[in-house]
């Protein structure tokens, strides 16, 4: 089967957005009719993001005001992955999250049973799971709790392993992974990652929707991130030239794409045949 057929074979695309589809408030050329046709095209999609400092609810908004069609099941963050790993892989879990407040109400609408407030306060003395978050919300008492949970044995548990989110201008926030660099100096726990380039990000949505990886398509503008996790989890590739990628970094990387494209308008075309 060529590349061309494995993504045509395909029945549920994963869409990174920031450099894919849009940039800030640029949406980009074609990428709007792209996600109205792809239902006439028997295909699903979901936009992927590894931010989990907001809740789905908060993409679903942002994404309808810039054109986008979006219902509740084409959002998934790395919020909600880790959601659905501790039900999989932890149920009935005694957690303490060290997050936003959007990501506690993820959380909580997951059923996850979290020991602490929305702020990080609690008097729980054990806990099963520790789990870090991109936490724009950091005060002093989480970081606390959560080394004190670690050094008696909790699992740890993060949602994205970014080290810094990119900002306009060049400028960048630090995101989860350095948060969880700080625990691990402190602990001596190292975390498991859930987000992108993890292949639990897709293996979890493959078991909520019942597609197999081979017949998922990660579309993305990052080689580290987007093409990766597909490349983990047995899922095609299709990488865009529209964000922080060109053609040279594509000629030195080790693992190639399934597909090197100029847009996600030339990939509307393709799967237009
Ligand atoms: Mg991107």
Request: aromatic share 8%; charged share 25%.
């Amino acid at each position: 089967m060529t590349n061309i057929d494995k993504l045509r074979n395909c029945e549920l695309f994963l869409f990174d957005m920031d450099g894919t589809l849009y940039l800030g408030d640029d949406v980009y050329e074609g990428a709007i009719a792209l996600m109205e046709d792809l239902p006439r095209l028997g295909k699903k999609y979901i936009y992927l993001t590894n931010n989990s400092s907001r809740a789905g609810v908060d993409y679903i908004t942002r994404l309808r005001r810039l054109g986008f069609p979006c219902e509740a099941e084409n959002v998934f963050t790395s919020g909600m992955a880790t959601g659905l790993y501790l039900n999989q892989h932890f149920p009935g879990a005694k957690v303490y999250l060290a997050g936003t407040k959007a990501f506690y109400r993820e959380l909580k609408s997951y059923g996850i049973d979290l020991v602490n407030d929305e702020q990080g306060h609690t008097d729980v003395f054990d806990v099963d799971v520790v789990v870090q978050g991109f936490d724009t919300e950091l005060v002093y008492e989480k970081l606390d709790k959560a080394v004190h949970f670690l050094r008696r044995g909790a699992k740890f548990i993060a949602a994205n392993p970014d080290w810094v989110c990119p900002m306009p201008a060049g400028e960048v926030l630090p995101d989860c992974g350095s948060i969880c660099a700080l625990l691990t100096a402190s602990s001596g726990v190292k975390p498991e990652f859930i987000g992108k380039p993890n292949r639990n990000m897709i293996d979890v949505i493959a078991a909520s929707t019942g597609i197999p990886n081979e017949k998922i398509c990660a579309v993305g503008d990052r080689l580290y991130t987007d093409i990766a996790v597909a490349q983990n989890a047995g899922s095609v590739s299709v990488l865009v030239l529209s964000g922080e990628t060109n053609q040279m970094m594509v000629d030195e990387a080790a693992r190639k794409p399934d597909l090197v494209l100029p847009s996600v308008k030339e990939l509307h075309e393709l799967l237009r045949g």
